[in-house]
């Protein structure tokens, strides 16, 4: 094997693209949050749950593994469901899950408004 073509196989390990802020936070014991396009959509959904009359108050952690938004329907309650943000499984399920309150994982994704759209096409229960 020649001197050139072990170059190109260090290059290829070298190829793995990191996002400069996830790399940060991690340097830095950072905990994981939303940025500002994620949080707009996250915000715009429940906007739309609350002027349905579905949701009535919601929470952010930022954990030092996850970022969580978790939806009410009482504050008093347990989340009916959950938004979470996971990097550690970006490269292979998809950083985002909605996770019902049961710990049920409705839908998982690489793409935030994907994953959200677990709630358009969502059935709501009628009370006779």
């Known amino acids: 094997m ?3 073509s072990a170059g ?16 940060r936070r991690e340097r830095l014991g950072m905990p994981v949050s939303f940025d500002r396009r ?8 429940y906007g739309r ?5 579905e949701w009535k108050d919601y929470a952010i952690d930022h954990l ?4 969580i938004f978790s939806v009410y329907r009482r504050a008093s309650e347990v989340p009916l469901f959950q938004i979470v943000k996971d990097p550690k499984l970006a490269k292979r ?15 998982r994704g690489h793409e935030l408004a994907r994953v959200l759209g677990v709630f358009d096409n969502r ?6």
């Open 2 to 4: 020649s001197e050139g």
């Open 8 to 23: 190109a196989g260090e290059g290829d390990a070298s190829a793995i693209l990191i996002p400069l802020q996830e790399a």
């Open 38 to 45: 994620e949080l707009d959509l996250i915000l715009r959904l």
């Open 64 to 67: 030092e593994d996850r970022a």
């Open 93 to 107: 399920q998809g950083a985002f899950s909605v996770i019902a309150a049961g710990g049920r994982i409705l839908k």
């Open 123 to 128: 059935l709501k229960l009628v009370k006779a």
């Open 49 to 53: 749950m609350v002027a349905a009359n």
